[in-house]
């Protein structure tokens, strides 16, 4: 049996010496050839929570204890993330299927703006939105309180977006929670 087994080694061994070898003693110099790498795989981008979007029909200071707690339906009213404004809205018109949200820094000030990323059919969606919607308010709503509540000058076809508002790093920051994980 041990004599089988050294057999069977020095088998492999030959083997493994003659397909390194050979090529040396026959000149050939080129890069053994090697397995193709994997394809890289489509990757679909990433989803975050859909986010509603709803033109305000009106907008005045909330005061103390007057706003709702966020509703699971669509809500006609609807407190900012700070409370201190209360909206009224107008019935849904559009979800937007986001891909992502980060915080960035105003290359002008030391503001920060926040941009959100759409899929494409939700961009033409809110390009048309946007220009049926020219100089009226709208809000950006997210488990039923108001994210944003943007003036729309100019109708928006672009696969992105952002919201300015003289944001803090720290409310940038809270704004792309809520954008991308709710309350």
Known sequence: MAVLAAVGIVAMLATTLAGVLAPLLSGDTRPAARPPAALPRSVPPPTIASMSVRPVAEVRPAMPGE???????????????????LYRLLPPTETLQLTAAQSVKSPTDDTHLVQIAMEPGSSVAFGRFTAENLNRQIAFLRDGIVVSAPMITAPLNTPSLQLSGDFTGEEADAIVAMVRNGR
């Not at 706003?67 to 404004?85: E, R």
């Open 67 to 85: 706003c709702p707690p966020p509703a699971p339906l669509p809500p006609d009213l609807a407190c900012d993330m700070a409370n201190a404004q």
